[in-house]
């Protein structure tokens, strides 16, 4: 790759840079891979996304760096944060007063997910600041994936709303962690009280900003459609003001949109047409992130020393949230099997993760490169295998639609209903 890049570079001189062009090439081959995928295997477009990502990162891709920095780094922040106001714009803060076992569910979950990855990796003998940092990440699923793999089937029902409320639940407790602790990295100190000050700073300031930027977008629905191209507009582009503004102040920018996207649900409760009119914008910011999870991921030091670790970590996690789910079932409105299927759906681990080592790695360059070379892998394996286990799950749950292979392709001889 860089072989090709240095040729080309003796004579294009594109007006925008050839990093620019690279990009261009690599997310068309990737869109188009998406589409491939899951017209002809009925696979979800992710598995397509991170394909073409790690085949480019596996061949030396020279436009993500790891660490990420700069306009990469903001790109990946942006894109985490559109996805988490929406998917928060989802949750009725009301529906816990009538049901408070699902936040039971929740915090029990994200509470033994911990656990089981610290003391696996413990018993494996990963230092102690490592093996916290790693099990810190793992509490997070990707409301990223889960919700690209639902919107691909027209997914909808009991455990489909279970997994993106839990999912999003499980990114604010990882987001206000993990600034907390990576604020610490420094220091061996694991002790819950050690994070209570560096916590209550990032979360805040997070609270301001998301309050400012739910206000903001409130006082719009007052003369503007939800309906209108120029709301979407204004959404995003407030997303990314907010995102700026709160890594600037110290905060956190995943956590300033998902906040706000829970004030705003909560000062207008009514249906949200916005993910509908978000459209290529919104899925453009999407389909980068995964595309460039999978580029720095399989830019990683792979290596055979890691993969038990790896694996070890894979399995423990998603033990762990199964386990998490059905001890707290009792009384939160549905199934054991349905609660079974909820666990195994939130495997997926993607952007949100990948932020999250990242915040890691700039708080401790010594240690940051130990918790990336295990991260890093365990986050392109489980982004891929969990994108398919969410796409099985649904369709055993019964609430989405399986894409016929081949249906409307020109040439094929089939043609859509």
């Given at each position: 790759m ?5 040729f ?6 594109p007006?925008?840079?050839?990093p620019?062009?690279h ?9 188009a891979?998406?589409?491939l995928?899951h017209?002809h295997?009925a696979?979800?477009k992710?598995?397509?996304y ?5 085949l480019?990162?596996l ?14 780094l ?17 949750i009725?803060l009301?529906w ?5 076992m699902?936040?039971?569910?929740s ?6 997910t911990y656990a ?8 494996l003998?990963v ?14 699923s990707s409301?990223?994936?889960?919700s690209?793999?639902f919107?691909d089937?027209?997914?909808a029902?009991p455990v ?6 839990l999912a999003?639940?499980?990114a ?10 990576a604020?610490l ?9 050690a ?7 990032v979360l ?6 998301g309050?400012?930027l739910?206000?903001?977008l409130?006082?719009?629905l007052?003369?503007m459609?939800?309906?209108s191209?120029n709301?979407s507009i ?17 905060g956190s ?9 829970l004030?705003?649900?909560?000062l207008?409760p009514r249906?949200?047409a ?8 919104a899925s ?6 995964f595309?460039l ?9 792979w290596?055979?020393?890691v ?7 894979v ?11 059905l001890v ?5 409105g ?6 079974l299927m ?13 932020l ?11 240690l ?7 991260a890093?892998?365990?986050?392109l394996?489980v982004?891929?295998l969990g994108a398919?286990?969410a ?7 019964g609430e989405g639609?399986r894409?016929?292979p081949?249906?409307?392709?020109p040439g094929?001889?089939?043609q859509?209903?």
């Amino acid at each position: 790759m860089n072989e090709i890049s240095a040729f080309w570079g003796e004579w294009l001189r594109p007006s925008a840079g050839l990093p620019i062009v690279h990009w261009s090439l690599l997310l068309a081959v990737a869109a188009a891979a998406g589409h491939l995928v899951h017209r002809h295997l009925a696979l979800p477009k992710v598995v397509g996304y991170s394909a073409i990502g790690a085949l480019a990162g596996l061949s030396g891709f020279p436009g993500a760096a790891w660490p990420l920095e700069g306009i990469g780094l903001f790109l990946l922040e942006l894109g985490v944060s559109v996805v988490l106001f929406e998917t928060a714009g989802r949750i009725a803060l009301r529906w816990f007063r009538h049901n408070p076992m699902v936040l039971l569910q929740s915090l029990l979950e994200a509470v033994l997910t911990y656990a089981a990855v610290y003391f696996t990796l413990r018993w494996l003998d990963v230092r102690p600041s490592v093996a916290d940092a790693l099990a810190l990440v793992a509490i997070a699923s990707s409301p990223a994936v889960l919700s690209r793999v639902f919107g691909d089937m027209r997914a909808a029902g009991p455990v489909t709303e279970r997994v993106i409320v839990l999912a999003t639940l499980g990114a604010l407790y990882a987001l206000t962690l993990v600034a907390g602790r990576a604020s610490l990295m420094h220091s061996e100190e694991t002790r819950l009280l050690a994070l209570l000050f560096p916590v209550a700073v990032v979360l805040g300031i997070s609270v301001v900003v998301g309050a400012g930027l739910a206000l903001v977008l409130r006082t719009a629905l007052r003369f503007m459609s939800p309906t209108s191209e120029n709301t979407s507009i204004l959404l995003i582009t407030s997303i990314a003001a907010g995102t700026a503004l709160a890594s600037h102040f110290g905060g956190s920018a995943p956590l300033a949109a998902l906040l706000a996207g829970l004030l705003l649900k909560q000062l207008n409760p009514r249906p949200w047409a916005w993910p509908r009119q978000l459209g290529t914008a919104a899925s453009l910011l999407v389909m980068l992130s995964f595309v460039l999870v999978s580029v720095v991921a399989a830019q990683a030091d792979w290596n055979p020393a890691v993969a038990g670790l790896v694996l070890a970590l894979v399995a423990s996690r998603g033990l762990a949230k199964v386990f998490g789910l059905l001890v707290a079932n009792p009384g939160s409105g549905t199934s054991w099997k349905q609660a079974l299927m909820t666990g195994a759906a939130m495997s997926p681990m993607s952007s949100l993760a990948l932020l999250l080592v990242a915040q890691f790695t700039a708080a401790s360059p010594s240690l940051g490169p130990r918790i990336a070379s295990i991260a890093l892998p365990a986050i392109l394996l489980v982004e891929v295998l969990g994108a398919i286990l969410a796409t099985f799950v649904i369709q055993r749950a019964g609430e989405g639609s399986r894409p016929e292979p081949t249906a409307g392709v020109p040439g094929s001889g089939v043609q859509r209903a």
